[in-house]
Structures are given as C-alpha cells and as structure tokens.
C-alpha cells in the first residue's frame, strides 16, 4: 500500500469513493480542503483523478475479512485521527446473483454490516482524536428499501436495514464525541445504460419525479458534518417515495 500524504491531519475516509455518490462526496470534501482517504475496489481513472487531488485511495475488497482486517491496519498504521467515517461501499445483488444464497448473504452482511462495524470500532479513538470543539462523525449510506424492503434483492435489503441499526447503537455508544447518523437514498442517479422505459416507471415511483443527482447526497453529507447536534437519525433522500 502507498504511503500517507503530506497533509493527513484529521481526514475524511470514504468507503467506496471512486465512483457514483462516494466519488461526488469524495470531490466535494476534496474541493473544500479537506483531507480524504477513500477506499476502491477496482482500478479506474476516477482513482487516479482523485489521487492527483490529494486523496489517499486504498484498493480494499470488504467482502472479504481480510481484506477488511488489512484496511484497518493501514489505517491505525497511518493516521492518528479522523474527522469523519462514512460507510458508502456498497454491492447491489439481486436474488439471482449468486447460485449459493448463504454465499449472497455473507457478501452482501460482510460488505454492508461486518465492515462498518468492524471499522466504527477500530477507529473509535482516531474519531475521538480530532482536534476540533465539534464532535466527529460516522455516516452510514443505507437505502430507502432498508424500511420497506425488496423481493428481488432480499439479502441486500436485509443488510443495509442491519446497517441502518448500527447508527441507533453507535450513536448511543460514541455520544457526545461522535455523532453517527444514517442516509437512505432512493433513486438519485440512472446508469447510462438504464433504457427509457426502465427510467420512466422509476420516476413514477417518487412524488418529485426528477432524478436530482449526487448533490443531494453531497448537500446531505455536508449538513450532517456541518450540524452540532443530530445524532441517531436517517435522512430519507427518497423524493417522497414513501407517500406514493
């Protein structure tokens, strides 16, 4: 693994942050001033982009226990503190993905559950290292289907509800020097390949109708950093979704 940067006080870790949602976060906080450290599984120009802004990527594979294990080792190994966590790294399987359903499960608990647990509690002192009067923060990204669930993609449903329970307990746990809080995004952003049709059902199914984008993600991300006080909650990114 390639050595910390130069300015790698009280960075900002991002898991998945080389793509979609991670990567506009992971931007935005860069385009700030702030220190970022972000985690990728596969190599892509997004990462060597990121990396010529400053950014520390780690190629890291949480569906893995090692690979977890290994990531959290360069971390203590390498940092004293860290501004804030923020659980974006994310497998989106369906039912039929894998033949071997306890095989889909654990990939699907290990990357959504066991690594940002595993990882809130390794950094629980770097978190509490930060110099600043403002508590630190861990975001978990759940998903809107974590509340009401999905037939075709049952194991990733149930996982990212697993991870939306982690903020209650971490919240309770690490308060007043951390605050730790959910966002559960919908739809914000096609695929290119998403044909016409596929976009129009989708759209049907919020009461904005729009595609907004990352920024949401991104305006949604800097108020959680930004606030004194929220702890323990979930903001819902879902265009009122859940009236429809």
Known sequence: ????????????LITGGSQRLGLAIAEDLLQQGYSVIVTYRSDKPAVQALR????????????????????I???????????????????????????????????????????????????????????DQQASDIIHMTDYVA??????????????????NLTHSFAAKLAPAVKVNSIAPSLLMFNQDDPPEYRTKALAKSLMALEPGASEAVAAVNY?????????????????????
């Open 52 to 71: 010529d802004k400053g950014a520390d990527c780690i190629i890291a594979d949480f569906s893995d226990e090692q690979g977890i294990c290994q990531f």
């Open 224 to 244: 959680l950093l930004a606030s004194k006080y929220i702890t323990g909650r979930t903001i819902g990114l879902d265009g009122g979704r859940h009236l429809v």
């Open 147 to 164: 509340d009401k669930g999905s037939s075709k993609h049952i194991a990733y449903a149930a996982s990212k509800a697993g991870l939306a």
């Open 73 to 131: 080792a360069y971390v203590l190994d390498n940092y004293s503190a860290l501004r804030a966590v923020i659980h974006n790294a994310s497998q989106w399987l369906n039912n039929t993905a894998l033949d071997n359903q306890h095989q889909l499960m654990q990939a699907m608990w290990s990357v959504h559950v066991s690594a940002p647990y595993q990882l809130n509690i390794a950094f629980e002192e770097l978190l509490k290292n930060h110099q």
């Open 1 to 12: 693994m390639p050595s910390k940067p130069a300015n790698s006080s009280a960075p900002v």
